[in-house]
């Protein structure tokens, strides 16, 4: 049985191994464990009301999870939520964790008072695409990056 977890300040544990998750479903273990926040940046991170955090637990092992964030609007009182990482072990796949994650953050996302959620799919990411066209309307746009330089101009 799946649970999700909604992680708050003192969730460093799962947070950790959610970490752990990440970086291997994306292959990327550098970006999530080479450089690992403080505990007290992330019990910051986790307790305040511009991120959420949630995790996939199966017989206490973290499988999956999102992070999220909440960001307030100027044109409207209201919020979006911006899902920035989604992610299961590839053991787990295929088994309905991804939907319950965004389930979760649905019903958190309306008690904050957003307005819709919204997340990006990089082209080739099939199964991704496939979940979120399940879930919600398919907008193409572009994304770019924009540098930030080591230091501020003078």
Same mark, same amino acid.
Request: avoid cysteine; hydrophobic fraction near 45%; glycine fraction near 8%.
């Given at each position: 049985?799946?649970?999700?977890?909604?992680?708050?300040? #003192? #969730?460093?544990?799962?947070?950790?191994?959610?970490?752990?998750?990440?970086?291997?479903?994306?292959?990327?273990?550098?970006?999530?464990?080479?450089?690992?926040?403080?505990? #007290?940046?992330?019990?910051?991170?986790?307790? !305040?009301? !511009?991120?959420?955090?949630?995790?996939?637990? @199966?017989?206490?092992?973290?499988?999956?999870?999102? /992070?999220?964030?909440?960001?307030?609007?100027? $044109?409207?009182?209201? !919020?979006?939520?911006? *899902?920035?990482?989604? /992610?299961? @072990?590839?053991?787990?796949?295929?088994?309905?964790?991804?939907?319950?994650? *965004?389930?979760?953050?649905?019903? *958190?996302?309306?008690?904050?008072? /957003?307005?819709?959620?919204?997340?990006?799919? @990089?082209?080739?990411?099939?199964?991704? *695409?496939?979940?979120?066209?399940?879930?919600?309307?398919?907008? @193409?746009?572009?994304?770019? #990056?924009?540098?930030?330089?080591? $230091?501020? !101009?003078?």
């Amino acid at each position: 049985m799946t649970t999700i977890y909604h992680l708050g300040a #003192d #969730d460093l544990e799962r947070m950790d191994r959610l970490l752990t998750v990440f970086g291997a479903a994306f292959e990327d273990h550098e970006t999530y464990g080479a450089k690992r926040p403080s505990v #007290d940046y992330l019990r910051r991170l986790l307790g !305040s009301d !511009s991120f959420i955090a949630l995790a996939a637990e @199966d017989q206490g092992q973290v499988i999956g999870g999102l /992070a999220a964030y909440v960001l307030p609007k100027f $044109e409207q009182a209201r !919020s979006e939520v911006y *899902i920035y990482d989604l /992610a299961v @072990d590839a053991g787990h796949r295929r088994r309905g964790v991804a939907t319950a994650l *965004i389930r979760r953050l649905q019903e *958190i996302a309306a008690t904050l008072g /957003a307005w819709v959620i919204y997340v990006q799919a @990089d082209h080739g990411d099939d199964p991704a *695409i496939a979940l979120y066209t399940k879930l919600g309307v398919r907008e @193409d746009v572009l994304h770019f #990056d924009i540098p930030v330089p080591a $230091e501020p !101009s003078s």
